[in-house]
């Protein structure tokens, strides 16, 4: 017994000095099957003698079986996000904001690193053995994941250099899954049958929410250090974020491979560039770089916003392209019955997701970029988030290579399409009865930006009408009576169901302007909907109002004003609104709470740290004024926040009376700010 404690004490140190080669130090010294006889030996140890077996042992790593549920961890210091700059005018900016705040004119030290495109992880060490593992969740409150944490690569089961009895830190990373490993992975998948993941990023999100450790151990994830929260029992920690990360570094964590510190924010700005042109060679996804103030004490004196520290930024890169093969053109039904052409493509990684669809636009659009079906085309993915088609490569278009034809029945109802001068939109007239146009509508109504119905997603709703159980909008208030057979569904029980349930009944009571704009009224957008319900104060109002009075409202016009009116004018839209009074939805008028702003026009620019800009907006609305996205002359007052660009520039210029967030609400009467 005495030498089989002794070897797997020994099996242990090993082992975790091998991970140490291999994630930190990317020095290994030992092949991978060496590495495995090693591990296997320990495991066997541990399954003779159970008891061996301790908190950082390497074999913990395969998992462990699966847990009930994630209980809650409260951070002890907030993980906070970061404000983005997204140009390198922007990233000067937010070094004139250091140094005005910090009153001086000498050049700042910052410590730069990849923007990993991962998700964050912060593991709690106690005596120097891991105890705590949790996600980010609202910054505040994140999940207890320890059991998966345990599987990721340069998670360090116990401290390289052990740590003081009584001992407590916090080491905030990312975790992420590298290109290689998504390939592989994904292969692994495809060839079992099952579906492939959609990028590394979703694939490390979901495999660090699993229930079963064992199959977040199947994703070979890795973790990388970048900071430090709360630390209790330990020597005086070094006054620099670059010296933290190499203390970091010798206690057995992994750091951003690219980490660099610079003086002067040109410093900073040339070493985005040159991670920026090596981009694509990376091991791992990244969608920019972190600048942080490299002085401790210098971050302490600038502090934080409620959402994210002042110290800090994130300078997003630009879209990236890449070129795959057009296989075909689908046509998607919008929730207005307007027809897109869809792009189908060879699946291509571009913007750090697998693209295989984009959308065209319309066949206008189609025809101007001279798309033909088997063409290589360029794929971009504008701003990270939309995937898009800029053209054809001409000296690659093979021989024959046909034009998309524009359909002339709707693909989903096969009713005969209303087609518009020169193909701009081709409209599906069926509105109430086209699956597509249906689906789409609950679907906006339930967003978060209309009656916020969480739960209520794309895939639901197709389930819930395939099932029969949703029909129209109006049918959402009807899921409450289906309950049993709700709970019944896969993937769904009893707190899943109570929670949908629970969010539709709190809907019934939303703000008119929610309301106005969930019904999806053409060109009634959510600012639009704000000024009908302000000035309109009512559902009754708005059915029984005339066009003329319409185009009378600020910010409405003609155009706007005559969709309206022929939207309420058609029966079947008259009836939906009589159905969701009917089930019991309450909009609420917005009552003036002051004149404090009457006649006058505000226009936000910058980024808001007391409220959201929906709020702040809301609240010129109930002091009698109105928010405008845009300066002009008639622009009474600006409010400028961080970022602030164009329009603060315009109102400088138009000498318009500009103010702080904080003297915006300092102005305020009664303390409403």
Not at 628 to 645: C, E, F, M, N, R
Request: charged share 25%; hydrophobic share 40%; proline share 5%.
């Amino acid at each position: 017994m005495k030498d089989a404690a002794e070897r797997a004490a020994w099996l242990r140190d090993e082992l975790a000095r091998h991970n140490r080669l291999y994630y930190v130090h990317e020095r290994p010294e030992i092949s991978d099957s060496e590495y495995d006889l090693l591990f296997r030996e320990l495991v066997e140890i541990e399954s003779d003698h159970p008891e061996l077996q301790t908190l950082d042992s390497p074999t913990l790593r395969v998992g462990s079986a699966p847990s009930e549920s994630f209980a809650q961890h409260r951070h002890i210091v907030p993980m906070l996000s970061l404000d983005n700059a997204f140009s390198t005018e922007e990233l000067r900016a937010f070094d004139t904001r250091i140094h005005r705040t910090l009153g001086t004119e000498e050049p700042i030290a910052y410590s730069c690193e990849h923007k990993l495109d991962g998700l964050s992880l912060s593991l709690t060490y106690l005596d120097g053995v891991l105890a705590t593992a949790a996600t980010r969740g609202d910054g505040t409150t994140g999940e207890v994941v320890t059991a998966n944490a345990r599987t990721v690569g340069g998670v360090p089961l116990r401290l390289a250099e052990g740590a003081p009895a009584g001992s407590r830190i916090e080491v905030r990373g990312e975790v992420l899954m590298t290109k290689r490993a998504f390939a592989e992975v994904n292969a692994s998948r495809l060839a079992r049958g099952e579906e492939a993941f959609v990028n590394p990023r979703n694939a490390a999100s979901g495999g660090m929410r699993q229930l079963d450790s064992r199959l977040t151990a199947e994703r070979r994830l890795r973790f990388y250090a970048y900071g430090i929260g709360d630390v209790t029992g330990m020597s005086e920690l070094a006054p620099t974020l670059t010296e933290r990360l190499a203390w970091l570094r010798d206690l057995g964590f992994p750091t951003s491979p690219g980490a660099k510190r610079v003086v002067g924010i040109e410093g900073a700005a040339k070493f985005a560039e040159g991670v920026l042109a090596m981009r694509d060679s990376l091991p791992y996804g990244i969608d920019g770089v972190v600048v942080k103030v490299d002085g401790i004490a210098l971050q302490a004196e600038l502090g934080s916003t409620a959402r994210g520290p002042r110290w800090a930024i994130a300078l997003k890169f630009p879209a990236e392209q890449a070129f795959t093969r057009l296989l075909g053109v689908s046509d998607q039904v919008g929730r207005t019955g307007v027809v897109t052409p869809v792009a189908e493509l060879d699946p291509v990684f571009v913007g750090g997701v697998t693209v295989s669809r984009a959308t065209l636009h319309n066949y206008s659009e189609v025809a101007r970029k001279g798309l033909r079906i088997g063409d290589t085309v360029i794929v971009q993915r504008a701003g990270d988030v939309i995937p898009e088609v800029l053209g054809p490569v001409l000296e690659k278009r093979p021989a024959g290579a046909q034009a998309p034809v524009p359909p002339a029945e709707c693909p989903d109802c096969g009713a005969v399409l209303i087609v518009s001068e020169g193909l701009v939109s081709l409209r599906c007239p069926n509105t109430h009865g086209c699956p597509s146009q249906i689906e789409s509508k609950i679907v906006h109504f339930a967003s978060r930006t209309a009656m916020d119905i969480e739960g209520l997603g794309e895939k639901q709703v197709a389930r819930f009408a395939e099932l029969g159980w949703l029909s129209d909008v109006a049918g959402i208030y009807g899921l409450a009576s289906r309950r049993a057979e709700l709970v019944g569904l896969e993937r769904m029980g009893e707190l899943s169901v109570e929670r949908l349930l629970s969010a539709i009944e709190a809907s019934k009571q939303p703000p008119l302007g929610r309301f106005i704009f969930a019904l999806g009224i053409p060109l009634v957008g959510s600012r639009t909907a704000a000024d009908l319900a302000r000035s309109l104060g009512s559902v009754n109002r708005l059915l029984a109002t005339t066009e003329a009075e319409l185009a009378e409202i600020e910010g409405i016009g003609q155009t706007t004003a005559a969709q309206i009116v022929e939207w309420l004018s058609e029966p079947g839209n008259r009836a939906l609104v009589s159905a969701l009074l009917e089930a019991g939805v309450e909009p609420r008028g917005q009552e003036p709470l002051g004149d404090h702003f009457a006649g006058k026009t505000v226009v936000f620019t910058g980024k808001l740290e007391h409220m959201t800009r929906e709020d702040a907006e809301a609240l010129v609305a109930s002091l009698g004024g109105k928010a405008s996205g845009s300066v002009s002359k008639g622009t009474s007052l600006v409010v400028a926040g961080p970022g602030a660009g164009s329009k603060l520039s315009k109102a400088e210029s138009l000498g318009i009376p500009v103010v702080s967030e904080e003297e915006f609400l300092a102005s305020l009467p009664d303390g409403r700010g």
